[in-house]
């Protein structure tokens, strides 16, 4: 008699299959692994990092280095879109995001609330814009008197520059209405004659620019030279334990930013996707002029992050004066920087 014809032998070896699959599906052994090492490495195979970012340019260097990392042997970096800054700060808050861009008062204002962040790179140079109405005269911020102008929050570095130049041209702070609107919101407000003029990275000035709605009264390299907006920021906890992350991170970002200063058109052709607008528009940015934006010298010095700390607290952003260098973490900062190797779709 066959041993495996009875019923209770086949049954028992059936459990047996049935227990070995189970086991084998719960170790998923074709994905790699994504140990960390004690040094933060990843052990065996890649390491995950979502990164935060908005659709501007000012946030450009976050998607080239989603792009880039697709490839990469050691972390994969994904790129979370976001619309707007509350929700970023509620989605670091709630821990569920340990690296993002943003405005640069901003992760003051949440270092002095007692969020453990770090600035540790910025996301650009310049890179904004002031936008009037095309039908309106207005040659200066003083010709603004009386008008509604929007700002995309308080605790943005435009709202801070702006209200630095009108104490340098003698403009009472009363004299212009201030409204916060979201970036995308701007250009048809304008175009609406809701609002009069307004300040913002781009591509949401040029937006107005091209549809003739609006024109530059200034580009915020004319205001303050090497005007900053947005900065990277990670939480201490991915500073502590994934360590090695955090450094290849800041060089891709860094090394994404030496390519896109370079390669401006391919750069604009790489992130429509990501930002979800049209190339010709980004294209204009990076273009119209080439030095409307940059993406080199982005490490943070102590005077001018000190400066704007400073600034926020004369604006009643900050409540106390912040000394920033327990807020700037400069290690992880490559002391090399070439640019990042990017394949672009389509090329043979």
């Known amino acids: 008699m066959n041993p495996m014809s009875s019923p209770f032998v086949r049954w028992g070896a059936g459990a047996v299959a ?13 994905r790699p692994s994504t140990a960390a090492a004690p040094d933060g490495s990843a052990g065996g195979g890649r390491e995950t990092l979502a990164v935060g970012f908005l659709p501007v340019t000012c946030h ?3 998607p080239v280095t989603d792009f880039a990392s697709k490839t990469s042997r050691s972390t994969r970096f994904e790129s979370q879109r976001f619309t707007d800054f509350p929700t970023v700060v509620e989605t670091v808050k ?59 929050s308080k605790y943005s570095n435009q709202h801070l520059v702006i209200r630095k130049l009108m104490k340098d041209e003698g403009l009472d702070p009363a004299a212009i209405r201030f409204v916060e609107l ?21 591509p949401h000035a040029a937006r107005a620019e091209l549809d003739g709605s609006g024109r530059v009264l200034y580009h915020a390299k004319d205001i303050w030279p090497h005007f900053i907006s947005c900065v990277l920021v990670v939480t201490d906890r991915l500073i502590a334990e994934r360590p090695a992350v955090v450094r290849d991170l800041v060089r891709g970002i860094a ?20 930002f979800r607008q049209d190339e010709a528009l980004i294209r204009y940015v990076l273009t119209q002029p080439p030095d409307r934006v940059s993406y080199r010298m982005l490490t943070p010095g102590d005077d001018e992050m000190q400066r704007i700390a400073d600034m926020g607290l004369d604006a009643g952003i900050l409540e106390r004066r912040l000394d920033v260098r327990g807020l700037v973490d400069r290690q992880f900062i490559p002391a090399d920087i070439a640019p990042a190797r990017i394949d672009m779709p389509g090329r043979r």
Not at 185 to 193: C, F, Q, V
């Open 18 to 30: 049935l227990v070995a699959l189970l086991a084998v599906l719960r170790l998923q052994p074709w």
């Open 60 to 62: 450009l260097t976050c």
């Open 94 to 152: 709630s821990g569920r995001l340990d690296a993002t861009f943003m405005i640069a008062p901003l992760a003051m204002k949440l270092r002095e609330q007692g969020v453990k962040v770090r600035i540790v790179y910025l996301g650009h140079r310049d890179g904004s814009t002031v936008i009037v109405r095309k039908d309106l005269p207005a040659r200066s911020l003083k010709d603004l008197a009386g008008r509604v102008f929007a700002i995309p």
């Open 182 to 202: 979201p970036p995308p919101d701007m250009p048809g407000a304008l175009a609406s004659k809701a609002i009069d003029a307004y300040f913002i990275g781009e």
């Open 255 to 274: 090394e994404s930013g030496e390519w896109a200063d370079t390669h401006r058109v391919d750069a604009a052709r790489l992130v429509a996707p990501f």
